[in-house]
């Protein structure tokens, strides 16, 4: 008898990212239009005046990317080390010993539990820059849950598939077992890369690859990050950082812009850059044809509805992988907490591996909010009055990173050797001028 799983099939079909389906009504068409146009405006102003100067604006704002992803180098070669380590490593491993379930699950924790503090390490003792730590933040997470999927389903995926195969052996049964084979070396490394944190035999494919939304969105990721950049440079520090003392007026001015941007630009980035445009990206490059990332999360009127559907590819990985097991020996409401506590503690880490201070901020502030909304009044407020939550929740977050930021300067330009990675360098560091 095959052992009793706790997790339900994960189910992939052929459907489209709600933004796609917006975007090709007429209403979407003019948007799209609109912002074509309006940011080929922008860019052609920005030439002109990188013209006009000479290309000192140009000079100053390369420094910023320079500064941003130093290190770049590195960080591919870490890349590179990783995924050969999973092709000639785990994959074999887990292949042939598939039977061994629970030893291949731990494993799959203790390879990513070190891998992550390896990644930690790295950041914090090396001048790596802000771009360049996100990045390898991102990449070291993405491996990590896509190593852990492998290694749990495989074993009950091949252990499935010997019982079919004794079964119609057996009873002589007219359905023939699938064909399909349960992996492959080409199956892996399609894993490792299509937009999906969750092993399956096979995924649906588009038949063909559609460039007129490859072009459309890598320009929008485009327009993107150079207002990011533009941000970036709004609140850079001066090269005196934590040597002279900074105006109290243009410390307040940074903040504020950050705080304000942060506010549209966190909502910007994370449903049209990350879950939209760089998600779909990769789907269409690879023909992956499931491309429900997110569910229509902004017509959502509650928080713990917005929790669940904001994000599919992280939920669906943790409901699979922490709540459905948890659920059985803690109940719904501790899973819940616990599923949202750890949440928030890989944000953290993610964090400390851009910034180097580790503090448990996210960690607490996602308990907080979805026990508010689980305690709060069942009613049905308008979407603009459920949006005010959200819009003061960045504002607010957008301040508390513009301080992460000062702790990153502080780190890099007043480094003190008995510096601790839990404790905040910037208000030893920063120096200002309140008579200003």
């Given amino acids: 008898m095959p052992e009793k799983r706790f997790f339900k099939k994960p189910v992939f079909e052929e459907r489209e990212s709600p933004l796609t389906l917006a975007f090709e009504t007429p209403t979407g068409y003019a948007f799209l239009s609109t912002f074509v146009i309006l940011s080929l405006v922008y860019i052609i102003k920005t030439v002109a005046i990188y013209l006009l100067d000479g290309g000192i604006s140009w000079k100053e704002d390369w420094s910023v990317v320079e500064i941003g992803f130093k290190g770049l180098p590195q960080v591919a070669v870490i890349w590179i080390v990783h995924h050969v380590i999973l092709i000639i ?3 074999p491993l887990t292949k042939e010993f598939y039977n061994y379930k629970k030893t291949l699950y731990f494993l799959s924790w203790v390879l990513h539990i070190g891998n992550v503090l390896h990644t930690g390490y790295v950041s914090v003792n090396s001048s ?9 933040a991102f990449e070291t997470i993405r491996i990590w849950m896509k190593t852990i999927s492998f290694m749990r389903e495989i074993p009950n995926l091949m252990i499935e598939e010997e019982d079919n195969n004794n079964e119609y052996d057996h009873k002589k049964l007219d359905k023939q077992p699938s064909n399909v084979p349960v992996t492959s070396l080409s199956q892996f490394v399609y894993f490792l890369f299509c937009p999906t944190p969750i092993y399956a035999p096979e995924y649906p494919r588009t038949k063909t690859i559609h460039w007129g939304r490859v072009f459309l969105l890598n320009y929008i990721n485009f327009v993107i990050v150079i207002c990011g950049l533009r941000l970036v440079q709004a609140v850079r520090m001066p090269e005196t950082f934590g040597k002279e003392p900074i105006k109290l007026t243009v410390l307040i001015e940074k903040a504020s812009i950050y705080a304000i941007w942060y506010t549209i630009l966190s909502v910007t980035a994370m449903a049209i850059f990350w879950q939209h445009c760089w998600q779909n990206i990769w789907a269409e490059l690879m023909r992956f044809a499931d491309r429900r990332f997110y569910s229509d999360y902004y017509s959502c009127h509650e928080t713990a509805t917005y929790f669940r559907k904001w994000n599919h590819i992280i939920q669906g990985w943790l409901y699979r992988y922490f709540y459905t097991p948890m659920v059985p020996w803690s109940g719904t409401f501790v899973a819940q907490m616990f599923l949202l506590f750890f949440s928030g503690l890989v944000h953290d880490y993610a964090l400390f591996i851009v910034v180097g201070l ?11 909010v979805v026990l508010l909304a689980r305690f709060a009044p069942k009613e049905n407020p308008s979407f603009w009055h459920f949006m005010n939550g959200p819009m003061a929740s960045n504002f607010i977050q957008g301040f508390g990173h513009f301080f992460m930021l000062l702790e990153f300067y502080s780190r890099t330009t007043c480094h003190k050797e008995d510096m601790s990675i839990f404790v905040p360098q910037f208000p030893s560091c920063l120096l200002v001028d309140y008579d200003s």
Avoid: K, Q
Wanted: proline share 4%.
């Fill in 358 to 368: 580790l503090l448990p901020l996210h960690a607490i502030s996602f308990v907080i």
């Fill in 128 to 136: 790596l820059g802000l771009a360049t730590r996100a990045v390898l």
């Fill in 89 to 91: 490593f785990v994959y």
